[in-house]
């Protein structure tokens, strides 16, 4: 497979995309958590804390 000039333009061109796509993505994601502490909090105690309790429990069941 050869690479010309051209394909370097498209695959950066894709990438480029692709990753300012991601950043946006984190950036919106992280605003919008920042921007509402009452969702956050709810966030982290309904979801994100039971989870790692849950998951914390199995390992510990498991590495007996």
Sequence with gaps: MTINIDSIWV??????????????GV????HLILASKKIGA?????????????TKAWGQKWTK
């Design 27 to 30: 950036y919106w994601a992280v």
């Design 42 to 54: 709810w966030v982290a105690d309904k979801i994100i804390w039971p989870l790692y309790v849950n």
């Design 11 to 24: 695959l950066l061109g894709i990438a480029g995309i692709l990753g300012f796509g991601g950043y946006l």
